[in-house]
């Protein structure tokens, strides 16, 4: 009787699964391109502060992977005076890479990008979600305020002239 109990007890013990792996992470990125205003650039400095989480199956196998980020100290300027900028406002994103999905995505949720223009107000904001195919980097679902694409309009022309 006692052997099928352990029997038991030993099929529970090997099907467990690794635990996930949280690891912190903080970095620095200066003069990032963000867009050509024609006789210059707006470039944007930030530090990032987060952490990821790796998880894994039972096999040891890695499944996915979640990155939370603050940035901090966001500045977008003029590449040719640096001392023309506005500060980026509170942004922090979750990342999840679903690198076996059919098709594999990644998903940025969060507030990517903020950018408020004294006396206009906002004129460049990220936030909601987005999921993109890693196969082919389309945009598969959408949803929240993104005005990636409202910026190249009134808002570029707004960021450009602000910086000038």
Request: charged residues 20%; negative net charge.
């Amino acid at each position: 009787m006692g052997l099928p109990a352990i029997a038991v007890l030993g099929l529970g013990s090997t099907a467990s699964a690794v635990p996930p792996i949280k690891e912190p992470i903080a970095f620095d990125v200066e003069g990032q391109f963000v867009y050509d205003c024609g006789d210059f650039n707006i470039l944007s400095d930030y530090s990032a502060k987060g952490h990821t989480i790796l998880f894994f199956d039972k096999e040891g196998n890695l499944t996915h992977q979640n990155d939370h980020f603050l940035y901090r100290n966001t500045k977008y300027y003029n590449s040719n005076d640096d001392s023309k900028s506005v500060a980026g406002v509170g942004e922090g994103e979750n990342l999840k890479w679903n690198y076996f999905g059919d098709p594999p995505t990644l998903a940025v949720a969060g507030t990517s990008f903020h950018v408020n223009i004294p006396g206009q107000g906002v004129i460049w904001i990220r936030t909601g979600r987005l999921v993109f195919d890693l196969t082919t980097f389309e945009v598969i679902f959408e949803a929240g305020p993104t005005s990636v694409d409202e910026f190249f309009g009134d808002a570029q022309e707004a960021f450009c002239d602000f910086l000038s």
